[in-house]
């Protein structure tokens, strides 16, 4: 099993630009989880999913959106980047919040 | 509301000592806290849980400590290793509007190890 997978693991794009940050599990658990870590910082939840077509969100989803149109996928979109999204973002999957599994992250820089 | 916090941000320890980190948690409804280790570059990784109904949980060269009354929870390592060196995460299970799970982190202690 490669468990949850994250890419690209480094990104820097400019103010008001847009990317997709992807993740993919093979563990076929229903959770999947968005956070952002700022330096020195712990672990924010950004949108989060408990399955398939559910998605809701989590305590800093402004500017993004997330879609789960199947359970192995869970990207993450930036429609306008700002510096304020400067950040390490991890994605996570699980079957409960017992069986949490991280990926390696994603680390964007907006300039 | 709930928030999950730590009363050291750094903490260093000499090799083969034993490292205790701990973490203060407000919800008192969490019945499920979990410490992570997150090594530099990586993600967090799991280390040891512990339900609501356990004051105590050992693993290999780990244990945890829970106490409920004053929201506490500890990480003990005992002989510290370098490789323990990382930022160490503790999180508690919340329940979100929707009825699901989600885990609520603190803001992390660094271990440092001198050889």
């Known amino acids: 099993n490669a468990g949850v997978t994250q890419t690209p693991k480094f990104r820097i794009l400019k103010i008001g630009q847009s990317m997709t940050l992807q993740c993919t599990q093979d563990?076929?658990?229903?959770?999947m989880y968005w956070y952002r870590q700022d330096p020195g910082m712990g672990l924010k939840l950004i949108y989060y999913?408990?399955?398939?077509?559910?998605?809701d969100k989590g305590e800093v989803p402004n500017g993004y959106n997330v879609s789960r149109s199947t359970t192995e996928d869970f990207p993450l979109r930036l429609e306008l980047a700002a510096p304020s999204q400067t950040s390490v973002y991890f994605c996570?999957?699980?079957?409960?919040?017992?069986?949490?599994?991280f990926g390696s992250g994603t680390r964007l820089t907006v300039v | 509301g709930e928030s999950v916090g730590l009363h050291l941000p750094t903490l260093s320890v000499q090799e083969g000592d034993n490292s205790i980190i701990n973490c203060a948690y407000s919800?008192?409804?969490?019945?499920?806290f979990i410490w992570y280790k997150q090594e530099s570059g990586k993600g967090p990784q799991f280390i040891i849980d512990i339900r609501s109904n356990m004051d105590k949980r050992q693993g290999q060269r780990v244990t945890v400590l829970l106490n409920k009354t004053v929201k506490h929870l500890s990480l003990q390592i005992a002989a510290t290793q370098p490789g323990d060196s990382a930022v160490y995460f503790c999180?508690?299970?919340?329940?979100?509007?929707?009825?699901?799970?989600?885990?609520?982190f603190g803001k992390g202690t660094k271990l440092t190890v001198n050889p």
């Open positions: 919800n008192s409804a969490s019945d499920y």
């Open positions: 996570a999957s699980s079957y409960r919040v017992e069986g949490y599994t």
């Open positions: 999913s408990v399955g398939a077509g559910i998605t």
């Open positions: 563990m076929n658990h229903n959770y």
């Open positions: 999180a508690e299970s919340s329940r979100t509007q929707g009825g699901s799970e989600k885990l609520v």
